[in-house]
């Protein structure tokens, strides 16, 4: 049994989320629920690894072991039925710096590449920053959640698209792609030889009714598909700087290993192998009860909005630890809405046009925290919410 309710004090540790709120939000001491790592204590199982390498006073250059690359290679088998030889697997630093790479063994400049909006901010600095053509479809709203209408899609594709960024599951809508919508994206890519650089770092935070699929498991596409992958999402390890690239095809793979090497971005440091290893050796019971706990968090969130503050919804929460919430008939734009979070609740969300013009009206929410925690940030938005509703 491990203690997701207990509270663990996060200021003045380099806290991204809890130490540097002025560069995001103009002042420091918000209730953060933005950017995407979680306050759940990691797994001692992690601990205690990373406490016994660290008994060992040496701390030289380090390379991926057997034991590092079999902890993949079993995790993805056991959880996911998903077969990846080891030799498919190219370690890496991070999953953005990874796909801007990849991105780089695949395309040219001036080539355009696809997101699917809205999206995940920094894959718009990567395509731009690297002189590629930035092309953007958005999701159709459906019932509460999204779809991809796959005629827009292919009529998008037809225009000479090199590279899809794919996220799966979606960040930040909590989408967890369906098999059959998975199966069209990839049928139609290989279709338009267009190569797909999946975003799969959130892979094993799916709730409860949905199921992740690979889509590099579907045989049209397995040469055209580079999976992106970390125990970072999962398991609150961030801060390793660890993460893998999947890679089937040959050719591809080479490709992308030669556009890491051409600028000497080796694989994680010391630690981040001993990190990932530990996680995905052991960590798998501390993951099932951190999905329990997510789900409740999820639910509780969206029954209070539905109850206290119904003009307010979220979108259907599939997977992730983040949801996303739809303001839109408060009549204020995500820049707006943020401002008022500020002054008024004194608390920090991503908004929702950073993700792309479609979401604006729109919040990131990380409910990746203690329940104590989400139950204060609700009470503040009510107290917004009635302010609002009486002017």
Known sequence: MYHFDQTVDRRNTNS?????????????????FWIADTDFSVAPEIQHALMD?????????????????????????????????????????????????AMD???????????????????FGVIKGSGRELVTLDLTESDGAYVLDLNAFEEKLKTGVKALILCNPHNPAGKVWT?????????????????????DIHCDIVLEGHTYTPAATFDCARHLTATFTAPS?????????????????????????????????????????????AAYSYGEHWLEEQLVYINENSRFVTSFFK??????????????????????????SSNELCQEFIKD????????????????????????CQRSLLEELMNRLLVWYKKHDEA
């Open 16 to 32: 991204i989320k809890w130490d540097r709120q002025t560069r995001a939000f103009g002042t420091e001491g918000l209730l953060p």
């Open 105 to 123: 063994a695949v395309t040219s400049p001036g080539d355009k590449v696809m997101l699917l909006t809205p999206m995940y901010d920094p894959f």
């Open 233 to 277: 999402k999962t398991f609150n390890v961030a801060g390793a700087g660890c993460a893998n690239i999947i890679v089937e095809n040959e050719e591809l793979r080479n490709k992308i290993h030669k556009s890491l090497m051409s600028k000497f971005l080796m694989g994680p440091g010391l630690f981040g192998y001993v990190i990932c290893e």
């Open 307 to 332: 109850t206290h503050m119904p003009d307010v919804r979220t979108f259907s929460h599939e997977g992730t630890y983040l949801m996303w919430v739809d303001f839109r008939k408060m009549g204020l």
């Open 179 to 199: 098999y059959d919508e998975l199966d069209s994206i990839t049928r139609l890519c290989a279709h338009y030889h267009v190569y797909i650089l999946s975003d």
């Open 53 to 101: 390498r660290v008994s060992h006073p040496i701390y030289g250059y380090a390379c991926p072991g057997k034991s590092y690359i079999s902890s993949i290679v079993n995790w993805f088998e056991k959880r996911y039925h998903w077969t990846i030889r080891p030799d498919w697997i190219i370690p890496a630093t991070g999953v953005v710096t990874a796909v801007g790479f």
């Open 345 to 368: 609740c004194g608390v920090a969300m991503n908004r929702g046009n950073a993700f792309g013009d479609s979401g604006d009206g729109f919040m990131r929410l990380n409910i990746g």
